[in-house]
Every structure is written in C-alpha cells, then in structure tokens.
C-alpha cells in the first residue's frame, strides 16, 4: 500500500512482518506502544490480503445462553454452529445445557464454554462425559501456562479445540499475543485467534483505539495463525467492519436468525454481507469447523 | 496528468488543494487507511499542540411541532397533533440551570418549523434568556429555521438574522443542510424547507452578520458519492468567501422510526467520509467525530481519521434519539476516549477557545445524568405565554383561544 504519511514502524520491521517472519517480543512491545493505530493496521492490512486476499469469511450462530435455558428455542435452519455461552456452575449445570443444545440442534456442531472454565468442573472424566453428552467442541481456550496440556487432554477424549480466545481483557495485552502466540506452537490445530475480549469490562470498556491496536497486533505478531476473528454480535457491526480493515479476516458470531426486532447492531444476513462488501471485501459463509461453504 | 496515491499525497502533504475529481478518485479508489493516514496529517498540520476539544453544552429542540416533513425524520409532529409541543420560556431557563450546574456553557437551540411561533417569540426567548444568564452562550436556529422566521414574518432574511442577533444570538448551528444538491432535497423533502443556495444565503449573511457558524452533512440516504463530494465543495466555496465555518460535522442518517426508513451507512463508510472531508475541507479548522450515532468506538477512531474534536458532551438530544441512534458519553467517557488516544482533553466554546481541565477533575459530578429530554412522556402542558402570540394554524389559534385572522391580514 503507498502510504506518503510517515510511518513510525521502521522499514525493517515492516518488511520482516510482510515476509511472514517472527517478530521479537520486544519489537511486538514497541509496536503495542504506537499511537499511529493507522500504520499498524495498514500494515496487518498487508499481511491480511497475503494470506487471504479480500475473502472474508462468516459464520452464522444460535447462541445458547446457560444462565437462560427455560427460554431457549430450536435453532433456525440458517444456523451454521450450535454455541453454548456463559458459564456453567457445575459439571451436571454443564451436561444439562448441552443436552439441551444437542436437542435442539437438529444434528448440527455443538461448541460451547471456554476450554478451562470446563476443566475446572470435572478434569478428563468430565471432558469425556460432555463429549459423550453431544459438545463437539470447546468453543476457545485461553493462553496460559497450563493451556497446552489442556487441549492435549480434551482432544484426548475427542472434544475439538481450533481457537484461541480472551474472556476478558487482559491486563497487559501484549504479554496475552505473545502467549497465545507460543500456545499456537505448542498446539498444532489451533486455526483462529479471537484476540477481544468476549467479556467486556462494563466501567472501563476497552476503546476503539485499544481494539484496533489489539486486532491488527494479534495479525502481525501471530503470523503462524490463520484467522483473526472479530464477534460481529458482541461487538457490533461498525468495530466489527473496521476490524476486517486492520487485520481480522473472520466474524464470529453472526445471528442466525433473519430478525431486526433486536435492533440493528445484531444484525441479519443481508447487513453482514453488506458490511464486509463496503469494506472492499469479498464475503463468504463458512461452518463451524472454518470450512467455506462456498468451495 | 494521470491520478495517483502518491501525486495527490505528496499534494496533500504539502497542503496543496484537492480538485473536485482529484477528491471524487480519492473517496472512491484509496484504501480507506490511507484516507485515514492523510487526513491525520492534515489534523496534525493544523493542531500540533495534540489537542482534543470537547464542549459541555445542552441540545434543547424548543419544539417538535413541524411543517416540514422531511422523509428521514422521525422527530417531527405535526400541526395539532397531540404528542406537539412548545417548551415554556421557564422550562427553558431550568433546563439552562441545569446544564450550568454541569458545567456546560451553552444550549443548542433547534426546533421544527412551528407556524404558530411569531419572531417576537425567539426574540422574546433570547432576551430572557439573556437577561438572567448573561455569560450563557446560545447557539441557535439552523439556515432553514432562520428561512422559516422569515418566510412567516414577511421579511427578508437579513432583517431576521439582525434582530435575532440584537435579542441574544451568539452563533448559528448548520444543521438542516442534510445534502446541499437539490436532486437529493427535493427526494428527502426538503427543498421547500431550504434549497441548497437558500440553505448557504442563509450562512452568507449570518457570517455578514458577524457571527460564526458550523456547517454540516448527513449523508446515507439518496445522494451519490460525487454529491456527496459537491455538498463538500460548496462548503468549502463558502469558507473561501466568509471564513464564518467554525467546524464541520458529519453523521449518517439514522433510519429508524423514519417515514424513508432503509439502512445505516456503515462505520468504514463514516470513517471514509470524514477523512475526504478534512481533505477537501482545507479551509476549515475544524472537524467533530458524531460519536452519537456511530457509537463511542468508531467515534473515538475519528480522532484517527481527520477530528480534532469530539463535539457536544451530550445532555439531551432529541433529533437523533428519535431516530434510533442510542449511545451516550458524560464527560469522564468523553475525555477518556480522548486520552486513550494520545491526546490532551480540553473545553471549549463553540468559537473553538480552549477553557481548561474537564469539569469532573475540579469539582464533583454525577456520572451519567437522567435529566429530562424535551418533554416527559404525556406531559401535554401549554406554557402559559404562549397566548402572548399569535398563532397562525387553526389548530394553534384553537389552543390559543384567539379569533380567526383578519380577512385583509
Ligand atoms: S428535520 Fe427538522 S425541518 Fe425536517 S421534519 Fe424534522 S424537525 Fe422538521
């Protein structure tokens, strides 16, 4: 891209990062230190298109919430992925929903909680019992020490896990990419980083400049992952298009449901179709285990 | 001479003018982070010192009742309907009151084209107004509201702005220029409100007057990009002529609850549209991020793309609430926004003079104030001076209690 405004990020860098080369962490430090939000994400931008072009994938999900089971509904046809969300207080609280979910489904993939919110229920042995109950997969781990072998244990007994995900913000959020980048080498199969947070943090919610600095971060520092995924439900259709302009070729969480009456930010189909073509990009469905289903 | 990124960014970065299709290739051909990076040199070349304005002012819609019926407004009633209203000249005051005590400097005074309130009404407005709080700024009346006055007075626009200005009027909002092209007034109608050069005679003279005032453009309806474009371009031709604009602020039809209805420009979209303004707009110092209909992060992004300001800490707005759009700032949020993005946060007054720290660091203030919008929900009070006006709708004389006009009026 011909950018004429001086770019704070030194030409080296910026070639390494083009080249698809590791950066150091105390170049991915620096670069978290920059105001020039612009520069970094032009320059994830490139990285982007390298990778994917303008193809810009979706997927539609019916999202069931834990703490809301009496009110849950059959998923429509349109849903691409059954998502179980929050946090269940319990080994058994957990069996239920996904029994729940797997009745409602209509056959379709399951994935559900945070990897380590459901290890702490019931270790291996409860792994197992809710993949016995119908939970494909986990529907992201978090980085950590202990996340390696965590994935190792629930693929063990056949729970999938292909994200990398944040419940909440993180408290030094360079040190949370470069984590995850090391969980991505240690871990093979872990195709998307979800690098926002899915809790936001209500007094002090992170700003847009914080996103798109983490987003077009999380593109540049993990050059070994595939996707970078924005949740178009959570964070609603204008952050989640200006996302896909800094780095992120991938929303999350697309409402299944063809309904406006929940207002214009959980948006239909048709408005995300229209949002990733306004940004000059090309949309595509894909399913829950990131096959387009256009090819 | 063939168009490209780098003739026209080594233009830019010299502070060389843009041609109407030099700035139409641009809007639709750069990558919108390059508009993005341009238009941030463009803000720094004009504001080192990394500032970022903000002004605690109050947006009272004095009334909703509303000739006009532009398609895209969802704020409007119409004559006698039953949900109209006039705010009384005490209301008024309080909710002045109120937005001092806030720390705010300011009302932004706009209503519907309200046939029954005579020009002595607004001058009696102002001067009360004027009389106890002296130091209050008011910031009052759009073009086609000044257009209106006049229409309903019989008298010409310069007279109007002169007597508006001797009761009280401190400076002009540019609001009601939506898309300054008569194609697209005339499909959103709104050209019998204002065409486009009466919308800009307006601000010709107010700017004769003395006063400053801000321009405007909302855009997402029926206009196409080069309209869009030409809407700038006037503005600038105007700027060339007066120097009156203080600012510029642009901000996406909000479809809901709207006779056109349809859908809400996207965020990309916003962000695109405000850098090609702080491009072409070479002659205005100013630009706002509309943090209120594109939400507090793509408003935030703005000072990324070509603001220096992030307009009104809002206290009440009515317009665009009607209209869907939802979010809302106090002043801590506002000036975090601000610091979070390498700035230094500042008052100011709607002339742009910078008054200092935020309010909520010299003294306490409630977070996040409910204070009432317009009109509460079923209050359908009539202030009280009101019969010291002529009406001119049978509904409003209804009301009023006063006698059908004279034949030879
Ligand atoms: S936008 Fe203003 S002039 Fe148009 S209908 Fe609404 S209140 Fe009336």
Redesign the pocket.
């Known amino acids: 891209m011909s950018v004429d405004a001086e770019s704070p990020i030194p030409e080296a860098v910026a070639a390494q990062v083009r080249a698809g080369q590791r950066l150091s962490a105390d170049v991915v430090a620096h670069l978290a230190t920059l105001s020039d939000i612009l520069a970094l994400g032009a320059l994830a931008d490139d990285c982007r298109r390298a990778r994917h072009g303008a193809r810009t994938t979706f997927v539609r999900v019916h999202a069931f919430d834990v703490d809301t089971m009496d009110r849950w509904q059959p998923a429509p046809a349109a849903a691409r992925e059954m998502r179980l969300t929050g946090q269940p207080s319990s080994l058994d609280h957990a069996l239920q929903a996904v029994r729940a979910a797997r009745a409602l489904s209509g056959g379709r993939v399951v994935r559900g909680f945070a990897l380590e919110d459901l290890a702490v229920l019931g270790g291996r042995d409860g792994l197992r019992a809710l993949v016995a109950a119908g939970l494909h997969d986990a529907a992201y781990v978090s980085p950590g020490p202990a996340a390696a072998a965590l994935v190792a244990e629930g693929r063990h007994v056949g729970l999938g896990v292909r994200v990398i995900g944040a419940t909440r913000v993180a408290a030094d959020r360079t040190a949370w990419l470069l984590d995850a980048r090391a969980l991505a080498d240690a871990v093979s199969g872990l195709v998307a980083v979800a690098p926002l947070p899915r809790v936001p943090d209500r007094l002090t919610p992170t700003t847009g400049f914080d996103d798109v600095r983490t987003v077009a971060l999380a593109r540049i520092a993990l050059e070994h992952v595939p996707t970078i995924q924005v949740d178009w439900g959570r964070y609603g259709p204008k952050l989640a298009q200006v996302a896909l302009t800094v780095g992120a070729d991938d929303l999350d969480g697309v409402e299944a449901a063809d309904d406006t009456s929940k207002g214009p930010r959980r948006a239909p189909l048709e408005d995300v179709r229209r949002n990733i073509a306004a940004a000059a990009l090309v949309p595509v469905e894909r399913d829950a285990r990131f096959e387009r289903l256009d090819a | 001479m063939t168009l490209t990124l780098d003739v026209l960014g080594t233009r830019i970065l010299a502070g060389g003018r843009l041609s109407g299709p030099e700035a139409l290739w641009l809007y639709r051909e750069a990558p919108t982070l390059w508009l993005g990076r341009m238009a941030d040199a463009v803000r720094r070349r004009k504001h080192p010192e990394g500032v970022v304005t903000y002004i605690i002012d109050r947006n009272v819609n004095y009334t909703?009742v509303?000739t006009?019926?532009?398609n895209?407004?969802a704020?409007?009633r119409t004559v006698g309907h039953r949900e109209g209203y006039v705010l009384g000249f005490d209301e008024i005051h309080r909710k002045i009151d109120e937005t001092i005590a806030l720390g705010g400097n300011q009302l932004l005074l706009q209503?519907?084209?309200n046939p029954d309130l005579p020009i002595d009404w607004y001058e009696d407005l102002f001067r009360g107004v004027k009389a106890k709080f002296p130091d209050f700024k008011l910031h009052a009346l759009s073009p086609?509201e000044i257009l209106h006055i006049s229409r309903t007075a019989k008298l010409p626009v310069p007279e109007v702005v002169g007597r508006l200005v001797g009761a009280g009027l401190d400076s002009v909002p540019g609001g009601?220029a939506e898309i300054l092209v008569d194609r697209v007034r005339k499909l959103l109608n709104?050209y019998g409100?204002a065409s486009s050069d009466e919308w800009l005679d307006v601000m010709r003279e107010v700017h004769r007057a003395g006063l400053r005032t801000t321009a405007t453009m909302m855009y997402g309806t029926v206009e196409t990009d080069d309209e869009r474009l030409e809407h700038m371009l006037r503005l600038r031709a105007l700027q060339d002529e007066t120097g009156g604009f203080t600012a510029f602020i642009t901000w996406s039809y909000q479809p809901e609850h709207t006779e056109r209805g349809g859908e809400e420009a996207t965020g990309v979209d916003y962000l695109r549209t405000l850098a090609i303004a702080r491009l072409v707009l070479d002659n205005f110092d100013n630009l706002q991020a509309s943090w209120v209909t594109q939400g507090g992060k793509v408003g935030q992004l703005s000072l990324a793309f070509g603001a220096n300001d992030m307009g009104s800490v809002m206290i009440e707005e009515n317009?665009v609430r009607a209209a869907g759009a939802a979010y809302c700032m106090d002043e801590f949020e506002v000036v975090r926004n601000i610091e979070n993005a390498g700035f230094a946060a500042s008052r100011r007054t709607m002339h742009y003079e910078q008054l200092g720290t935020p309010v909520f660091r010299q003294r306490d203030v409630p977070r996040m104030v409910e204070l009432a919008t317009a009109r509460e929900d079923g209050d359908d009070s009539v202030p009280a001076e009101l019969v010291n006006y002529q009406a001119r709708s049978a509904a409003g004389k209804r009301q009023r209690g006063q006698a059908p006009p004279s034949p030879v009026a």
Do not use: Q
């Open positions: 909703n509303c006009a019926r532009c895209f407004c704020f409007y209503g519907g084209h086609p009601g709104c409100k317009v």
